[in-house]
């Protein structure tokens, strides 16, 4: 059984930090790409952050420069380190792991709610 479990999140003020963890079993780990996404109340779900299973990493530009992914191969985990949250980071944040090789599929994890405020 294929499990993406999330852990992290919560309240924060404006300009402080979190960091999120994806951790994932029932999949070879190190052949899956691995994203963020994050939805806000009201907005289309989008694409905060992307690792490839090169450890390529790209960001959307509300968030260069101040998020950070990264993945522990040991420990079949993802991370997401968000410094200077800003209100607008406010969102529930999702993880994906994606297969683009023969039988495209992916898997996502349960959501972990981020609020920034002050």
């Known amino acids: 059984q294929v499990q993406l479990v999330q852990s992290g999140g919560g309240l924060v003020q404006p300009g402080e930090s979190l960091s999120l963890s994806c951790a994932a079993s029932?999949?070879?780990?190190?052949?899956?790409?691995f994203h963020w996404y994050r939805q806000a109340t009201g907005k289309e779900r989008e694409l905060v952050a992307t690792?490839?299973?090169?450890?390529?990493?790209k960001y959307a530009d509300s968030v260069k420069g101040r998020f950070t992914v990264s993945r522990d191969i040991a420990q079949n985990t993802v991370y997401l380190q968000m410094d200077n949250l800003q209100t607008d980071d406010t969102a529930v944040y999702f993880c994906?792991?994606?297969?683009?090789?023969?039988?495209?599929?992916?898997?996502w994890g349960q959501g972990t709610q981020v609020t920034v405020s002050s």
């Open positions: 029932g999949i070879r780990f190190e052949i899956y790409g």
């Open positions: 994906n792991a994606e297969w683009l090789g023969k039988d495209p599929h992916e898997y």
């Open positions: 690792i490839s299973l090169y450890d390529v990493t």
